[in-house]
């Protein structure tokens, strides 16, 4: 079974708003990474959050790991058509070296 | 998707026979990966390699081999394809171990007949 699990796996929203995808894992890590696909290209690495940070940003990108609830989420602030790709979540499998992938969440920007 | 390329970018091919993918990269990292993508199942792990020549298997590695015998090439083997192969398939890098950031190629579009 996957590690990590986005939800929504489709979120359509018009440009200029917010979008929040969530990710949720099941064992102890010690970072979980976001990462982007744009169609028919390969997955582009967006941010690391580690184990004992709780929030991170990068840019209109927001990342947030409540380590309790074994959960993440990345929030895009004033989406532009250009952020239109599949958003994964991964996370290393404890001891070994690799990493596992949610099945990722598809999103839409309309202009 | 710099410093990395994968070959051939789309084959068609029929059942039962051998295909081989290629990976190359130019920037020396130690640690490079197989994965296939199919919808449904999101990014799965086939093969990783830790240094030329040591090798170990992933989630979804029956029928397929791997082979590394110089840091920058990586080669994905499928002995004889099956239709189940159809695939898009994704080479990966990084410095360090499986938590370390990942980078990834274009991508082979794979279709068995």
């Known amino acids: 079974s996957q590690q990590g699990e986005e939800d929504p796996q489709a979120l359509s929203i018009q440009e200029g708003e917010n979008a929040t995808m969530n990710c949720s894992y099941k064992?102890?890590?010690?970072?979980l990474q976001w990462y982007r696909q744009n169609s028919g290209r390969g997955l582009v690495h967006l941010i690391l959050?580690?184990?004992?940070?709780r929030e991170k940003h990068s840019g209109r990108l927001r990342v947030t790991l409540d380590t309790s609830k074994k959960s993440s989420s990345l929030l895009i602030t004033a989406s532009r058509a250009a952020d239109t790709a599949s958003y994964f979540c991964?996370?290393?499998?404890?001891?070994?070296?690799?990493?596992?992938f949610g099945q990722g969440t598809r999103l839409t920007i309309n202009p | 998707d710099a410093g990395i390329t994968q070959s051939p970018r789309h084959k068609v091919t029929e059942t039962g026979t051998p295909v081989t993918l290629r990976c190359h990269q130019t920037?020396?990292?130690?640690?490079m990966y197989w994965y296939r993508q199919d919808p449904g199942h999101g990014l799965r792990l086939i093969h990783y390699?830790?240094?030329?020549?040591?090798?170990d298997k992933g989630e979804v590695s029956d029928g397929y081999s791997v082979s590394r015998s110089k840091t920058e090439d990586f080669l994905l083997t499928l002995e004889s394809a099956t239709s189940s192969q159809t695939s898009v398939y994704f080479c990966?890098?990084?410095?360090?171990?499986?938590?370390?950031?990942?980078?990834f190629g274009p991508g082979t579009r794979l279709t068995v007949l």
């Open positions: 390699s830790y240094g030329v020549k040591d090798t």
């Open positions: 990966a890098i990084s410095v360090l171990a499986g938590g370390d950031e990942q980078f």
């Open positions: 920037e020396n990292h130690r640690y």
């Open positions: 064992t102890s890590i010690n970072n």
């Open positions: 991964a996370t290393p499998l404890q001891g070994a070296q690799k990493l596992v």
């Open positions: 959050i580690r184990s004992n940070e």
